[in-house]
């Protein structure tokens, strides 16, 4: 149930995410990883809700990931009070943490307004699977998937060798 609960706040914690930053087509947020670690969904994010606060252009066409990183968690920290939980080094990585994004996202929605259509929770549920996928959850598919294949060796291995213990010698 706790799993289930997790999912639709994600879900809808998604949901908000697209919905405020439709209009910026060099943003297209599918997960909690990979979609935050150039830093143009966070700044995406607060200018949609605060756009007297930066110049978006200036803030996507000339800085670094790790440069706009800083600036999205300096805006929020000045104008929000949402402190400095993430280093952007950590999230400029190709698969930053899903807990910690989750958690500076769950800040910023807390601080900006929260309007969520049914359009866009509707939007997210058809997401194909494959773009939500986490590293974790890939790492735990291949885990899965060796544990079962040694085990299926280990079983034809067994199998084997007492098929061929009780083949009559000639």
Known sequence: MAGLQQ???????LSWVRQSTRKYPQVNVTNFTTSWSDGLAFNALLHSHRPDLFDWNAVASQQSPVQRLDHAF????????IDKLLDPEDVATA?????????????????????VTMEAIREV??????TRITKE????????HFSQEVSFTFLLSSCCSKVVVSLPTL
């Open 7 to 13: 999912t639709n706040s994600e879900m809808i914690l």
């Open 74 to 81: 300096s805006i929020a920290k000045q104008h929000l009070g």
């Open 95 to 115: 698969y930053p943490d899903k807990k910690s994004i989750l958690m500076y996202v769950t800040s910023l929605f807390q601080a900006l307004p929260q309007q």
């Open 125 to 130: 549920e058809m997401l194909p699977r494959h």
């Open 137 to 144: 959850e890939h790492v735990e598919v291949h885990e899965q």
